[in-house]
Structure formats: C-alpha cells, structure tokens
C-alpha cells in the first residue's frame, strides 16, 4: 500500500472542509448582537488566512497519529477554534489593537464591553460543543413542549434502573438504549462522536491557564506605572510563564483532544499534549519577533506594533533583561506618544541588545522539543510527516 503525504497547504484546506462548515454553523446558532461579534473577530469566516486552522489541522492529525478517525476530532478542533478566537478577542483588547490580520478588531468595530459579552458566549458555545459533541445540533426543544406528547405518540418509559445503580451503569445504558435528548438522533446523523469527560476537563484546564496567563499578562505590562527598579529577568520569567500558560495551553490542548478523541492511550495523549505545548512556545516567539519586525503587508498590523502600544512582548523583555536602558527610558515617557524615529531607534536597541537573535534561537530550541516529544508519543508513520511539516510551517507563518 502507497501513502500518499500531503503538503501543508493540502492539510490546512482539509482542516478547513472539515472544521470550517461545522464552525460556521456553530457560530450561527449564537444570538444577536453576540453573533455578530463572533463573525467579526472570526474575520466573517470565509476569510481567515491558512495560518487561521493551524490548531485544528493539529487536532484532526493528531486523531489519525493515534490511529483514529479524524472525523472524530471535528466536534474537538471546533471547540479549539472558538477557545482560540475568544483568547483572542480578549489580547485584542486588553492590548487595543485596532486592526489584525487587515481587518478591525472585534471590539474596536462594537465596542469593548458589547465584545466581551460576545466573547463570553463564544466560550460558552465552546463548551457545548465539546460536551455534546456535536457543533451542528439544534436547541433542545423545552421541556413543556415535549411534555404535550400525546400516549400514542410518547415514547416508551425506559426499564426501571437498580436502585444502586453507579453513574457509569448509567451513561452506558442511555448509550445502550436511547435517551428523550432530543439532541442524540442529531448527533448521530452527524456523524459527531460523543467527547469523553476528559476533553472537557482538557478544554476547561486550558481556559483557567489562558485567564492565568491574561492576568500575568495584566500584572506585567509595560506601561509608564510599571517600577523602573523591577528586575529585567523578573520580567522575562514572567512573560515566559504568560506564554506557557496561553499559547503553549492552547496548542497542547489542540493536540491533547485530538489524541483523546482518536482514542489515544494516557501516555500519547500526553506526549502530544506535551509537543503542542512546545510547539505553541516556538510560535508565540516568532509571532513577538513579527510584532516588532513583520512585514505590515503580511501581519496586518502597523510597523512596529508591540514598541508602539509599550506592549510586554518577548523582545522587549529579554532586552530589558540583558539591561537595555535607553529602551526602558523610551517605553517610560509618559504623556508621549513615540514618534516614527522613537520605535526605529527602540527596534535598534532590541536588536543590539542580542534579544532579537535570542528569541530566535529560542523559537528553534523550543521546536526541536516539540518534535522530541512527538516522536517519544509514537505517532502512526502517515501522521509524523505531516506533523513535523506544520510544526515547522507554523513557526514561519504565525497567527
């Protein structure tokens, strides 16, 4: 039998046939205004570059490294998706970034407090697609409804259960012999499998690490109250704590799901988990090299963009930690917007202190273990080449 290897290009528009139609539907189901916000910071859905299903190509492979049916992963890569965008959401505006991607950001467009609401269904909706397993499922009808039934048309009482009967007795008989849900038939339809209490304890994980990182992220900015006299590897714990607690949560959690709904044993569950971890590290250092250094044409975003909002990227705090003064006295000014000759002369200092090169170094370093741990998790001989060639497209093309 010949395997046929598909390209990265190839992989990410199979994740986005899988993922895309079931996402879109899931965001439909959403009421207004909280659907529009959706639409909006998920760039009208029909829009969103490749980079955009990096994390659900993830979830879909590591499903089929584990010997399953990516198919099954489906309901878990659009659980990620929405995860990934309501974090995003929340950076756009805790940061005020106007524009991303060459679109207005969510907030900047309805304003911050009609955003977060937004948000928080779509964190919301998430969660239900991961508990039921199914993104397309309609509403359950109300109870009072169900309740007009007539005898002839009622179905029948289920067998009296034993009084003792455990929880687990009980999920297997209602997988066994049906339940009034009206959300079962929908499910299996489908064609959605049914997610193990484990993934949302992954999905649920993930979030508390995302707020964890939101609030190091908030304690830690680089703003004119920040301490002159706080330690400049203080700051660089920090930022790296931040990031492995959001981006490195976030990767892994797509991977961990993807394994788990595969039906990957404890042990490659974990390895996969923890190679998402490594390889979200690898990416958000090359997505803080492109906040300083990228190309506007490309990110979206202005010249210079994390020096022009002060924001606390990697760069910056590793310079500051190889004691980068004259960048702590620009980012200090208060009452002073930085002109076009400050941002090129603190892109200069960055760049002199070795912080640039250092980030750098570090996106490869981190990688390298991402790929350690992927092959320590065993993945079936078809998904290892796929997973390596976006490992390594992923850090060149971060989003």
Do not use: Y
Request: aromatic share 4%; hydrophobic share 45%; net charge negative.
């Amino acid at each position: 039998m010949v395997t046929v290897l598909r390209t990265v290009d190839d992989v990410l528009a199979w994740a986005e046939l899988l993922v895309g139609p079931p996402l879109r539907t899931a965001v439909g189901r959403l009421p207004e205004p909280s659907r529009e916000v959706a639409e909006l910071q998920l760039g009208g859905l029909d829009e969103d570059p490749p980079a955009a299903r990096t994390r659900a190509a993830l979830t879909l492979v590591c499903a089929g490294a584990v010997g399953g049916d990516p198919h099954d992963a489906v309901s878990g890569a659009v659980a990620v998706e929405l995860v990934h965008h309501w974090s995003g959401l929340q950076r756009d505006l805790f940061d005020g970034d106007l524009t991303r991607l060459h679109r207005p950001t969510a907030w900047s467009v309805v304003g911050p407090h009609p955003a977060t609401l937004g948000g928080q269904a779509m964190l919301a909706l998430a969660f239900d697609v991961a508990a039921t397993g199914d993104p397309t499922r309609r509403v359950p009808r109300p109870l009072r409804q169900a309740s007009r039934a007539t005898p002839d048309t009622a179905p029948a009482a289920p067998a009296r259960e034993p009084v003792r009967q455990d929880r687990a007795t009980r999920d297997r008989f209602t997988e066994q012999h049906g339940t009034p849900d009206p959300c079962t038939d929908a499910r299996r339809q489908s064609g959605a499998a049914s997610v193990d209490r484990a993934g949302v304890r992954i999905l649920g994980d993930t979030v508390q690490q995302l707020l964890h990182g939101q609030h190091t992220d908030l304690n830690t900015a680089l703003d004119a109250a920040l301490p002159r006299h706080r330690s400049g590897n203080d700051l660089l714990r920090a930022c790296i704590t931040a990031v492995e607690q959001r981006s490195g949560a976030l990767f892994g959690c797509a991977c961990a799901l993807g394994a788990l709904a595969g039906g990957g044993d404890a042990a490659r569950v974990e390895q996969l988990r923890l190679f998402g971890v490594r390889l979200g590290l690898a990416v958000r250092f090359a997505e803080d090299l492109q906040g300083i250094w990228g190309d506007p044409a490309v990110t979206g975003r202005p010249a210079f963009a994390d020096l022009r909002g002060r924001r606390r990227s990697l760069p910056v705090a590793a310079a500051l930690a190889a004691g980068a003064d004259e960048l702590a006295d620009l980012l200090h000014r208060e009452g002073r917007r930085l002109s076009e000759a400050d941002l090129e002369r603190a892109a200069k200092v960055v760049e002199r202190s070795g912080a640039r090169s250092w980030c750098a170094q570090q996106a490869d370093d981190l990688l390298a273990q991402a790929l350690v741990a992927l092959d320590l998790a065993i993945p079936e001989p078809a998904a290892v080449a796929e997973l390596v060639a976006l490992a390594r497209w992923a850090t060149r093309h971060p989003a």
